[in-house]
């Protein structure tokens, strides 16, 4: 079972709350963006419990009648339970949307907000450490990421995406580059391409790449040994800032 690691101060106290209702009969609710770790969280801390769709309302009525720990994912406020529902259980229910808190609050004792990743820096520190070491493992490769360039505008779903496509990328080979190129631009191939269209794919990586490494339009036409202004047109044609 994956464990879950924080050393968010905010983080640490919802660990604290959760971890003090083990031994008491009372519902919780945490709410948070997606893929901001929540089930791994309540996993870590509960994993005995007893997993269901809250909006399956019918299975869900059924499990309250057989065990006493229960998570309820998905919940939704539009779903039609009340306190009753609940009484003399453990329930914990896992909810997308953050707004849910005021809406249903009442029916739960204790009530959680889980902050995205971007409120959480020592955080995206630790799980793009992990996941660095995870995909160079599978890669056999010992590469490093550029801190200032991790995605997390889905939080962890894409850090982790953007972490293992970096460690990808940067392990090919020249042959493997072009044997993703070609099967690529076979399977693009149609009557309505161009050279103009398909040459874009690697001709914008190439000036992004070489703009950014040398920062100067002067260099990298130097070193591509091509006339500064057909450098120039070539970056007003494809937009590159």
Same mark, same amino acid.
């Given at each position: ?13 919802? &660990? ?82 953050? =707004? ?5 609050? =009442? ?62 990328? =940067? ?45 100067? &339009? ?24």
């Amino acid at each position: 079972m994956e464990n879950f690691n924080s050393s968010s101060p905010e983080v640490t106290k919802i &660990q604290k709350g959760l971890r003090l209702t083990k031994t008491l009969l009372v519902s919780s609710l945490i709410a948070g963006e997606k893929h901001t770790g929540k089930k791994t969280l309540i996993k870590d801390i509960f994993p005995d419990a007893f997993w269901i769709d809250a909006k399956d309302i019918k299975e869900v009525k059924k499990a309250l009648g057989v065990h006493q720990e229960i998570v309820l994912s998905n919940f939704d406020s539009s779903l039609p339970y009340n306190e009753s529902d609940f009484y003399s259980k453990r329930v914990i229910a896992i909810c997308d949307d953050p =707004s849910i808190i005021k809406k249903k609050e =009442s029916l739960f004792s204790f009530v959680y907000l889980l902050p995205p990743l971007r409120e959480r820096p020592s955080d995206v520190k630790i799980l793009a450490k992990k996941f660095i070491g995870k995909a160079n493992e599978i890669m056999g490769n010992d590469i490093e990421i550029d801190m200032k360039n991790l995605d997390i505008s889905e939080n962890i779903k894409s850090l982790k995406k953007s972490i293992y496509k970096e460690v990808f990328s =940067s392990s090919l080979d020249e042959n493997e580059i072009k044997s993703i190129l070609y099967n690529y631009f076979y399977n693009a191939f149609d009557d309505e391409n161009g050279y103009r269209e398909l040459s874009e794919i690697f001709e914008r990586p190439l000036i992004e790449a070489g703009l950014k490494k040398y920062k100067s &339009q002067l260099k990298l036409a130097s070193i591509l040994k091509i006339n500064r202004n057909t450098l120039r047109k070539k970056i007003y044609e494809l937009g590159i800032n």
